[in-house]
T-cell receptor, first 114, second 117 residues
Framework: QKEVEQNSGPLSVPEGAIASLNCTYS??????FFWYRQYSGKSPELIMS????GDKEDGRFTAQLNKASQYVSLLIRDSQPSDSATYLC??????????????FGGGTRVLVKP | GAVVSQHPSWVICKSGTSVKIECRSL??????MFWYRQFPKQSLMLMAT?????????EQGVEKDKFLINHASLTLSTLTVTSAHPEDSSFYIC?????????????FGPGTRLLVL
């Protein structure tokens, strides 16, 4: 069974600090990786997608992918109280026959304290 | 950006009734839509994959006769919870795959909160 693992948290960070979130996955052939942010009571919203090894930066967010070690991480720089949410790591199954399903991790709850 | 809408956002119904939830992609064509369910403090659980013009593919443990899915057009999929019971109370979220984008990103609708009394 394909699995995506995240530390549930809460990850408490002071305002202005860097929040570091990690995610590991079991399906070695996975090719596409996504980070979603979900505020309490709301649906997930896409923050980042990453497909190649290395870093990808978008504003205050940086996604890092290491396929050999099967992990993907998300860094949030200059954390703001508005970043307080649950962050979901999602991995798309590697083959088209799988119907492009995403497997989600359990999410990491982040609390940014002023 | 890609926008997905859901209607209704909230529904309260009596036990035994059926509830229909609509999911629409507003500015793109979605050949595939996905239906998820989320219970409080839990992660998203995929219920089914809906492809336009064909039968939905249900995940293991999801009753296809209870959760009817119709994907009649490239912009609309519906989920009908038949004979709803209190244990069906949950947050139902759809997502649509934007086939235009590389690697086919999924975008989520705002969700529908169902409460069965």
């Amino acid at each position: 069974q394909k699995e995506v693992e995240q530390n549930s948290g809460p990850l408490s960070v002071p305002e202005g600090a860097i929040a570091s979130l990690n995610c590991t996955y079991s399906d070695r052939v996975s090719q596409s990786f996504f980070w979603y942010r979900q505020y309490s009571g709301k649906s997930p919203e896409l923050i980042m997608s990453i497909y190649s090894n290395g870093d990808k930066e978008d504003g205050r967010f940086t996604a890092q992918l290491n396929k050999a070690s099967q992990y993907v991480s998300l860094l949030i720089r200059d954390s703001q109280p508005s970043d307080s949410a649950t962050y979901l790591c999602a991995v798309r199954e590697g083959y088209k026959a799988a119907g492009n399903k995403l497997t989600f991790g359990g999410g990491t709850r982040v609390l940014v304290k002023p | 950006g890609a926008v997905v809408s859901q209607h209704p956002s909230w529904v309260i119904c009596k036990s035994g009734t059926s509830v229909k939830i609509e999911c629409r992609s507003l500015d793109f064509q979605a050949t595939t839509m996905f239906w998820y369910r989320q219970f409080p403090k839990q992660s998203l659980m995929l219920m089914a994959t809906s492809n336009e013009g064909s039968k939905a593919t249900y995940e293991q443990g999801v009753e296809k006769d209870k959760f009817l899915i119709n994907h009649a057009s490239l912009t609309l999929s519906t989920l009908t919870v038949t004979s709803a019971h209190p244990e069906d109370s949950s947050f139902y979220i759809c997502s649509a795959r934007d086939g235009r984008q590389y690697q086919e990103t999924q975008y989520f609708g705002p969700g529908t909160r169902l409460l069965v009394l």
